[in-house]
């Protein structure tokens, strides 16, 4: 069974809240911490046993400093099948809302991006398996634990993926700088999908093409592109906006 190391507060409980299996809580806090006092109570409940550990240990174990004095051994992460991310847009009283990556290789990023996708309630995020981040410790950690929270699958073509998900009756929409419309001339409140693309190049052409339209993100000061985690939030909580006026 593959198992990983998750650290970090947000992450660690999330963990513990979630479906994984998890095997040893590791601590270097102290009992007077009323954080680590809730993730020690969740622990318990679970019946996941607690080990006291040096910080220096706990260092060693993450592989970094920043693991806030608590690590959690657990089952390691199982992606979602796009199949399952349909199956809850059709569950939910809630018009889909679906991400996908094209090429996203920052871990940081990544997770920046599922705790935005998480915040705005998106049924699922999809990434493609090649050539691009993959959710690890780190984009556990970037997250603050929303992978916990939200549905990620794998995908071998991305291409082909969008055309999947257009038979089911969503609209793609691609953010792109040089794009004639801008995000807030879209109509964001029936079955969208919207695709973000890697640092630096985009949504690649084929994918591109793919997209039943494009858009861009009105700048107004001397930088000319956001960053992929900063586009996808800008982008997502536009549709929670028009969503939320439309109710």
């Not at 019946?47 to 240990?57: A, I, L, T």
């Not at 991310?85 to 569950?91: E, S």
Request: glycine letters at 12%.
């Amino acid at each position: 069974m593959k198992e990983e190391i998750i650290y970090g507060l947000n992450p660690v409980s999330e963990a513990l809240r979630g479906t994984r299996r998890a095997f040893e809580l590791f601590t270097a806090g102290t009992g007077t911490d009323r954080r680590l006092e809730k993730l020690l109570k969740l622990a318990a409940e679970k019946g996941v046993p607690v080990r006291k550990r040096e910080k220096s240990d706990l260092s060693r174990l993450c592989g970094t400093e920043h693991h806030q004095g608590v690590a959690l051994r657990v089952e390691g992460y199982s992606y979602a099948e796009l199949g399952d991310i349909l199956a809850l847009c059709r569950a939910s009283t809630e018009k889909g809302l679906l991400l996908v990556l094209d090429g996203v290789q920052d871990p940081h990023n990544l997770g920046a991006v599922i705790r935005s996708a998480a915040c705005a309630g998106v049924q699922g995020v999809i990434i493609p398996r090649d050539r691009a981040a993959r959710i690890t410790p780190t984009v556990e950690k970037a997250s603050a634990g929303a992978v916990e929270t939200v549905a990620v699958a794998q995908v071998v073509n991305v291409a082909q993926t969008l055309e999947e998900l257009k038979k089911e009756g969503f609209w793609i929409y691609g953010a792109a700088d040089d794009a004639g419309d801008d995000l807030y001339g879209l109509d964001l409140t029936g079955e969208v999908v919207l695709v973000i693309g890697g640092e630096g190049e985009g949504i690649r052409p084929l994918v591109r093409k793919k997209c039943d339209g494009l858009f861009s993100i009105p700048m107004r000061g001397g930088v000319s592109s956001l960053n992929a985690s900063v586009a996808a939030g800008v982008a997502l909580f536009e549709a929670v906006r028009q969503r939320t006026a439309k109710k």
